[in-house]
């Protein structure tokens, strides 16, 4: 039996950040950054249609649903803030399906296992591209060392959400993970107090809201629209 | 009927590097007399509904009107399945086939990753140090 509510969240969480990661179109510290980052919003762009439509019609989803439907993790919905606080938001979400698609590589359900076997290819290379970054910056200039110790501290709060229900067993692994870049980018592993959590049941930041009204609205004013 | 139907699949482009087929990019897994099974390179590849599209196109042309289209993720597509023609193609196109990386303007081993991002999703960019040249090559997936 296929999870419905695992494969909702997941398209969720690829479909937001990938909205988030369009944003930056335009607008990267460079050239080569700007591809990168557009590269990475298209593959989870194509996850989140995979993901959705084993719930129902991808488009309707994506389109048509209220902020309260949505349960994507907290994490993806943030704003990019400076370069910086993308990366860390990055690193930390795609460290995460990292593991998470590796695991469910082997699962029963085969439509999830396919997904996660193709997903997994592409987040390794956005999990590389990520910690190379942290490492740049958090082993960089005082200022792009400040910079990335804020931003991955801005993150970290929302990383709890990331290890809800069944996916508490991977927390171990990516402790490993995000500790190793974070030592070798000279950045210390931020103190987490109360994490921030909520998204998974719809219960969002008040990002979310923003984020839908400009995807949705052509298809809210036009039900159906092509071009 | 399925070596016809492969003839035709050998006709068919890849719409964003023309010189190579889709056969040759490695991303037809089966051809039967019912349907024809690819598998997209990346999830989010723009290209995939133009090249069920451009196959819809050719076999309908070839009269195999009731020959379907199924797309299948796994096994998930690898680099690996490109063929061997295909690859000369790429390099003699200018891009760099997956595999040992030489520059495709100057055939030089030394080069080096400028982002591992590149044009479209499956490529990335990489210069010569020889010639100085940046080019795109494939993604090792």
């Known amino acids: 039996m296929m999870d419905e509510k695992q494969a909702l969240a997941l398209g969720d969480d690829a479909l937001i950040l990938g909205h988030r990661l369009s944003e930056w179109c335009g607008h990267a510290p460079s050239l080569e950054i700007d591809l990168a980052l557009a590269n990475i919003g298209l593959d989870l762009l194509g996850q989140a249609q995979f993901f959705l439509a084993l719930v129902g019609d991808a488009d309707a989803l994506a389109y048509r649903r209220d902020e309260d439907g949505f349960c994507n993790c907290l994490l993806v919905e943030q704003p990019n803030g400076d370069f910086a606080r993308t990366v860390a938001r990055q690193f930390l979400f795609s460290a995460w399906q990292e593991l998470m698609f590796a695991e469910m590589a082997g699962s029963a359900d085969a439509r999830m296992a396919a997904i996660a076997g193709k997903a997994r290819k592409e987040v390794i290379y956005h999990a590389s591209f990520a910690a190379d970054w942290m490492v740049r910056l958090g082993d960089g200039t005082d200022e792009s060392h400040r910079r990335m110790a804020e931003g991955l501290d801005f993150c970290w709060r929302f990383t709890d959400e990331l290890f809800a229900g069944s996916w508490a067993g991977l927390r171990a692994g990516w402790d490993a993970r995000v500790d190793a870049v974070l030592r070798e980018a000279g950045l210390a592993r931020p103190k987490l107090g109360r994490g921030v959590t909520g998204g998974r049941e719809g219960r969002h930041s008040e990002h979310l809201g923003h984020i839908l009204a400009e995807m949705q609205y052509l298809q809210r004013s036009f039900p159906d629209a092509v071009w | ?141």
């Open chain 2, 1 to 141: 009927m399925r070596d016809a139907i492969m003839a035709v699949l050998e006709a068919v482009p890849d719409p964003e590097i023309p010189v190579i087929s889709v056969v040759e990019l490695g991303i037809v897994r089966e051809v039967t007399e019912e349907a024809v099974v690819v598998t997209p390179t990346y999830s989010g590849c723009p290209a995939t509904l133009a090249i069920a599209r451009d196959i819809r196109k050719a076999l309908d042309e070839a009269g195999f009107f009731d020959v379907a289209i199924r797309t299948e993720l796994a096994p998930a597509w690898t680099t690996d399945w490109m063929t061997a023609a295909g690859r000369e193609k790429l390099l003699a196109y200018g891009i760099a086939p997956p595999g040992v990386a030489v520059c495709p303007q100057c055939g030089s081993g030394q080069v080096e990753e400028i982002s591992r991002f590149g044009s479209t999703p499956c490529k990335a960019l990489w210069r010569c140090l020889a010639c100085r040249e940046p080019f795109d090559r494939f993604k090792c997936i």
